[in-house]
């Protein structure tokens, strides 16, 4: 009697939980924050799946940088957290220059690189 509504209610939520990871590409190129042997965190953020040479894509890729920046600098301090993260997109802005270069460029698939790494 119950495990119809159930069943058609764990679908639905499901569903609906997939279409929403589905919506959410900005976080798709998110990989997990790692430690370096000196103590400096960084995320590597994927962008194969982007086309760079749209103006979406290129949004899509500053907002992955930027969800990488914070969870690289998560901290209480909100000092600490706005310096750290400002270093940390610093640090992205070169290697996100030349990825959208090589695809304006037409680079190669095999020489346009597939992520970049944020870090402090």
Do not use: W
Not at 2 to 7: L, N, W
Not at 19 to 40: D, I, M, R, V, Y
Not at 43 to 58: I, N, P
């Amino acid at each position: 009697m119950f495990a119809p509504k159930f069943t058609t209610r764990f679908t639905a939520t499901l569903a609906a939980t997939l279409c929403f990871a589905a919506a959410t590409p900005a976080f798709a190129g998110a990989a997990q924050t790692s430690t370096t042997e000196t103590g400096a965190r960084q995320r590597a953020v994927l962008y194969s799946d982007l086309d760079l040479t749209t103006q979406s894509g290129k949004e899509t890729l500053n907002r992955r940088i930027s969800y990488a920046a914070a969870k690289v600098c998560e901290t209480r301090d909100l000092h600490q957290f706005v310096s750290c993260r400002n270093a940390a997109l610093r640090s992205a802005k070169e290697p996100v220059g030349i990825a959208i270069a090589k695809a304006e460029n037409n680079a190669r698939y095999a020489d346009a690189g597939t992520r970049i790494v944020v870090g402090n």
